[in-house]
């Protein structure tokens, strides 16, 4: 199975910052459950799911946030509009995250939004795990710490699910 790029640049964000993390390949997945199938150990609960939006704001600007919630949660559209002071937010098509990732399918979009230049949002809720586990493409997940994700994200921490 091929590496994407991104997955080695997680991985060394992760190693440069000293941060425990567990690395692990498997079948190509598309969901959370998926996911969570393949990964022994871990629930679907601790599942971080990266998910793009584009917003469009009350003055008619858009942009590309990336969402971050537990992988059993969806989010909330008015928590979300509401947190980011949108009018309008809607799913970014598979080719938008295609060109916002450089190639990373849906699906396998890890949660470092940073990466992509991406504003990352994430619910409180991901902080009750202490361990995280998320897809670093379709075929690779990396489980990290919880309070280590945080602190190298920097994320908005906002009630969208």
């Known amino acids: 199975m091929e590496d994407h790029p991104i997955v080695t640049r997680i991985l060394k964000v992760l190693e ?28 679907l609960r601790q599942g ?3 998910l793009i939006v584009r917003t469009r704001m009350a003055g008619g600007g858009r ?14 559209s008015a928590r979300v509009k ?18 916002l990732t450089g190639g990373v399918e849906p699906g396998g ?6 990466l992509f230049g991406l504003p990352v949002v994430t619910d409180p809720s991901l902080y009750e795990n202490d361990t995280i586990i998320f897809n670093a493409s379709r075929t690779h997940s990396i489980a990290m710490r919880t309070k280590d ?13």
Request: charged share 25%.
């Open 16 to 43: 440069e910052a000293g941060a425990w993390h567990e690395h692990f390949s498997h079948e190509p997945v598309r969901t959370s459950e998926e996911a969570a199938e393949l990964r022994p150990g871990y629930s």
């Open 48 to 50: 971080a799911k990266a």
């Open 63 to 76: 942009q590309f946030v990336m969402l971050v919630v537990p992988g059993d949660a969806r989010f909330d």
């Open 82 to 99: 509401q947190a980011l002071g949108a009018k309008d937010l809607r799913f970014a098509t598979p080719d938008e995250v295609a060109e």
């Open 109 to 114: 979009v890890p949660p470092f939004g940073n």
């Open 149 to 161: 994700y945080r602190a190298l994200l920097a994320p908005l921490v906002a009630s969208i699910v």
